[in-house]
């Protein structure tokens, strides 16, 4: 056979599988096709397909298309801010951080103390901006490509300095936060990421406001045990917390 049919039947192969089982990691894609890595990649970067490769998944095209950073700014705003404040105050002098992207995460980062020192590491546009005019900060932005619905960058270099630097508290941002279902985010790209920061960190802090509680997005990131404590706004129904405490998760609502 040649490589050209090859190919295609590699790829009619792995759009079933996508389509049957949802978005794939590219290495488990890779060896169920009996392919390396590098093949696939190839493969992948062939025009007119209705799969592409976000943050080292196979997803189908168009997927993670549905957030917009600039739209999701005004929801639950209050509620975010809460939250955020609330995640700050645990920030020491000297602290090397983590700070995720998002629209939770900005509030974070305005309600930092300003008379402590911090090195922080980010990759998203509107956080390094905000830091950047923050005083006594050493700011290390990851770069990469650039995926404007988050704003953020990414890259295996980006990845790479994560896991050379030892980060005391990492705090992540989610789309939804459920006990089964664990913690999820919409886009694919922005789960290596939160990973390789999560693996670097002695402390995980899951950051977001209570809308989040119950709700699952398509991009699995993480289990909810994978973090040290969850930062939360005001439950208007404590019922929502009950999956998450019976799972002995530390749950922490802002006042």
């Known amino acids: 056979m040649a490589e050209g049919a090859r190919q295609g039947a590699r790829l009619a192969r792995l759009q079933a599988m996508v389509a049957e089982g949802g978005p794939m990691r590219l290495e488990a894609a890779a060896a169920s096709l009996g392919v390396s890595s590098m093949t696939l990649r190839r493969d992948l970067a062939r025009p007119g397909l209705d799969l592409s490769l976000l943050g080292g998944h196979v997803v189908p095209l168009g997927a993670g298309a549905g957030y917009a950073l600039e739209r999701e700014q005004g929801s639950h705003r209050a509620a975010k801010r809460q939250a955020a404040r609330h995640a700050a105050a645990l920030v020491e002098e000297g602290d090397t951080l983590f700070v995720d992207c998002g629209t939770t995460m900005p509030h974070l980062a305005e309600a930092l103390r300003p008379g402590i020192f911090l090195t922080i590491l980010c990759y998203a546009l509107n956080i390094a901006t905000l830091l950047s005019r923050r005083p006594q900060t050493q700011l290390i932005l990851l770069g990469g490509l650039f995926h404007p619905a988050s704003a953020t960058f990414a890259s295996d270099e980006a990845l790479a300095s994560l896991r050379r630097i030892r980060i005391n508290k990492a705090f992540l941002s989610a789309g939804g936060v459920d006990a089964a279902g664990g913690v999820t985010c919409t886009n694919f790209n922005e789960v290596p990421v939160k990973q390789a920061a999560m693996a670097a960190a002695a402390q995980s802090i899951l950051v977001v406001d209570a809308s989040k509680l119950g709700r699952l997005k398509p991009a699995h990131f993480a289990p909810i045990g994978a973090f040290d404590r969850i930062v939360t706004s005001p439950l208007p129904d404590p019922a ?15 006042s």
């Open 240 to 254: 929502a917390a009950l999956p998450l405490r019976r799972a002995g998760i530390r749950l922490d609502e802002a």
